[in-house]
């Protein structure tokens, strides 16, 4: 059975840092990976979207990257800021189903 | 852009009470998935449809229905509301392989309380 693990579940750092969000997973099986944010009560925003073939994503100052082999993948957010503060989610998308399977999340603060 | 609009943002309903959630697409995606977020227990899966008139259940399904009837519309029914279904509600629309990646797009969330 696929396990999702986010680690660590919140993040406190210094604006302008760079810094990286881990997304483990059990199962190397899988169709795609793809990392949300949400902001308090809101809904999830897609960040990036990395298919099983791909190495990595890019968007803006963040860039995701994924290795099948390990069960791992990584969230790398640039010079960070206080806008970037939210809660990070990965989901990973079995071969065979329609259903995601959901990190907890990590909780990132930037501070001022 | 891609746009997944949830009709309600807060509602406020009695025990007992018939409730209706809606959720429309303009993707023309044939996915759609209905969620509920409670604190420490993350997103759990209520139904999803992947067709017009089809629907699956999830890992939560219980006292809970869905409707499509139409391929941008997917409802959540909650038949006699109680208190344990206060959560947040989410849906999802996701295309298929042949449309295009299979990326996953949320509406803004239905926070329901039942009093």
């Known amino acids: 059975k696929q396990e999702v693990t986010q680690i660590p579940a919140a993040l406190s750092v210094p604006e302008g840092e760079n810094l990286v969000l881990n997304c483990s997973f059990t199962?190397?099986?899988?169709?795609?990976l793809q990392w949300f944010r949400q902001d308090p009560g809101k809904g999830l925003t897609s960040l990036l979207l990395?298919?099983?073939s791909q190495r990595e994503q890019t968007s803006g100052r963040l860039n995701a990257s994924l290795d099948k082999s390990s069960g791992r993948s990584t969230l790398y957010i640039a010079a960070s800021q206080p806008g970037d503060s939210a809660t990070y989610l990965c989901?990973?998308?079995?071969?065979?189903?329609?259903?995601?399977?959901w990190g907890a999340g990590t909780k990132l603060i930037i501070k001022p | 852009d891609v746009k997944v609009t949830q009709s309600s943002r807060y509602l406020v309903k009695r025990t007992g009470e018939k409730v209706f959630l809606e959720c429309v697409q303009d993707m023309d995606h044939e996915n759609m998935f209905w969620y509920r977020q409670d604190p420490g227990l993350g997103l759990r899966l209520i139904y999803f449809?992947?067709?017009?008139?089809?629907?699956e259940k999830g890992d939560i399904p219980e006292g809970y229905s869905v409707s499509r009837e139409k391929k941008e519309r997917f409802s959540l029914i909650l038949e006699s509301a109680s208190t344990n279904q206060t959560s947040m509600y989410l849906c999802?629309?996701?295309?298929?392989?042949?449309?295009?990646?299979?990326?996953?797009?949320f509406g803004e969330g239905s926070r329901l309380t039942v009093l």
């Open positions: 990395i298919q099983s």
């Open positions: 999802a629309s996701k295309g298929n392989w042949v449309q295009n990646t299979g990326e996953l797009f």
């Open positions: 449809s992947y067709d017009v008139k089809m629907k």
């Open positions: 199962d190397s099986a899988i169709y795609n």
């Open positions: 989901a990973v998308l079995m071969d065979s189903n329609y259903q995601l399977i």
